[in-house]
């Protein structure tokens, strides 16, 4: 069965980065943002609590709020995050993790970890880099 045969009948295939056709590719550019690490991170210290808008971009800093609402907005398309909305003037909106987003924080969490322990490295290898071109 085709991937997209497999999509419309609603059984779960398993992606293939290297097929120029698979959906995987997008997937990866959507989480491989530093504001959706930044709000799965933050939605998960809050687990299993819910999160409103207004407090997840006080604890993101840097972030817009056009941003954050695309962030979200993704997130919640993928089932990563789930949004209530109580009816209020204005209205009361409000986001948690789901189980896939949970799954999704510890892969995450491992990146994240593995950029924050080499950032200094990297800063070397760049300076190097770029002091070899100004040379050059």
């Not at 709000?39 to 998960?44: C, E």
């Amino acid at each position: 069965m085709t991937t997209e045969g497999a999509r419309a009948s609603g059984r779960g295939v398993r992606g293939d980065l290297f097929d120029p056709d698979c959906p995987t590719r997008q997937l990866l550019d959507r989480i491989g943002t530093k504001w959706t690490s930044m709000a799965v991170k933050t939605l998960a210290h809050a687990a299993p609590d819910e999160v409103r808008f207004a407090e997840l971009r006080r604890r993101m800093p840097g972030v817009s709020q056009k941003m954050l609402s695309v962030t979200l907005r993704s997130l919640t398309r993928d089932g990563l995050v789930s949004r209530r909305v109580e009816p209020t003037v204005p209205p009361r909106v409000f986001y948690r993790l789901t189980q896939l987003g949970l799954s999704l924080e510890t892969a995450l969490a491992g990146l994240r970890t593995w950029a924050e322990e080499h950032m200094a490295e990297i800063d070397r290898a760049n300076e190097a880099t770029d002091q070899e071109a100004d040379a050059g």
